[in-house]
Each structure stands twice: as structure tokens, then as C-alpha cells.
């Protein structure tokens, strides 16, 4: 599916979510009790400011490391009512962009970065331009030595290889945004965890603990699983590095007995204007495009 029709689907859906009042209702009803963790990648700034001028009159912004505490006591009576948290995941260099606006807001939103990615030259793997959406899907779902094995062979990319230009953040602008931003690793390269060895997963997971510390001068407490997926063996890992916490993207909310290493997500879409914003906000089109997502995926292979 093209990604204009895809950008249609998703916005037909959400004109329908909203023309029914869902997003009133699930505000009103749904986030009395419950936490929502948004997930932005590399939202532009003015996007993100109309995000947060909304979420401002109808929501109220905590911390992540908030919330993690409430979590471990299972006790959310102290989290404001219709709360949210903001986390930004990878470490994307246009993040440096949105600054003036979390200092603007004080909304203090945690980015968790892939510490061998940022303050170098070296490139996401999946922001290769000439893959398709197709081709991720399905590199996502190899051992991955293979993974690196056909990138190298077809794309010429390699993990440590330094490229012309600069995708992540670099440490000048992490220590610019550190008094206002919660700095969280998200691995060192950002491999599907599951499909690593032992040894790899946990040198991905450990070692960007180390790395971020090393680096900012800070403990790292909170962790979030690349593309989200994880097992078991990856939650005994997070555990072991020493982390407090870690996000997942299952879509969701989060409670009072909610796991703090499999805390649920609301992903919003980085482009969203406020009509598709209000509905993402409820987590009904993104459920939806993981079933549609899930079905095309079993019908093409
Ligand atoms: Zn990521």
C-alpha cells in the first residue's frame, strides 16, 4: 500500500473517531485512572508545539521517572488525573530542533537514544532511503547477523561506517537539552532484540547503559526495547543492567499494576495534525493499523 493511501486511511479514520466524540469520551472515562505514554520519533517543531498547546488545556504533562515510582508502588493516587507522559524514541538530530519548546512548556519529555549512534556520523540502519516499508518489515524478522549480513551486501551499510551527513543528536546538543530532557538509552545500534544472541543483546542493552552514563555524567534508570519487541529474556536483561523501567510499543495505557519493564504505549504519528492528534490520542487508529499492518503482512509473504 503506497503511504499516500496509507496517510488517507489513517486520516479518513481519525475524521470518524473524532466526528463521534470518541477522543471526549475516552479523555473523560478512559485517562481518569490510567497514564498514557506518547511515542514521538522526529517530530518538526511546529507540529510538536500545536501537540503540546493542546495536551497543556486538556491533559496534564509528568515525568516518565514520576510515573515509574508511582508504578513500582503500585499506587497512582498521586498521578494527576488525564496525565501524560512524552517520550521521543532514537535520538534523531532534528530533536535538537524542538528545545525552545520543551523549555517554553517546561514539559521535561524523556528521548531515549541509541548510544552509539548519537555524536557521530554513523546512520540508522532503518532510515536507509532505498528500503522499502516491505523490505524492513521483513529484515526486522531475520537473526541479526543476517540482518547486517544482507544490509552490508545490498545498501553497503555498516553499523560503524561514518556517513557525510549527521542523523543523531550530537553531545554538544545533548548537554545543551539535558537540563530540560530526560536522556534514556535505547540500545547502542538499535538491533530487533530478540533476534540478537545472548552475548549481543546483552552488550546492546548493558553497554548503552555505560555508554549514556559515560557520557552526560548521569544514571541511566529507564530503557525502551527498539521497534519495541521483547521477550522474556530481554526483560531479565534490562533487569540485570540495573534499569528501573522499560517502555515497550504495545499500544496502551498504564495502571497501578501495570509491569515496569512492559509499560504500554499510545505512538503518535510525527506529522499528526490535531484532528488526527485528538484521535491517535484514544489509541484506536493505531490498533487499527497494526491489525490492517499484521493482515497484509500474512498475505504478502
Ligand atoms: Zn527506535
Redesign the pocket.
Known sequence: MSNILANFIKNAISAVIFLFGIPFFVREWFYRNKTAILLY?DVQPDVFTKHVSYLLCHYKIISLDLLVSAIHNKDLSEIPPKSVVITI??GHAGNIALLPIIMQYDISPTI?V?TQIINTHRHFWFRIPTLSKKKKEHLKRLPNAERLTHLSQTSNFEPEKEYEDRQALSLNEMKQMMHYVDFQP?TQF?PILPNCTETECKQEILGSKIDLEKHLSIECHHF?Y??GNYTEREIEFVKAAGFRSARTVDIGWNRSDTSPYQMKTIPISDDAGLIRFRAELTGIPQQIGKWVNTILWRITI
Open positions: 520519533h524514541d532514537d531515549y541509541c535505547h538499535h525502551s527498539p521497534n
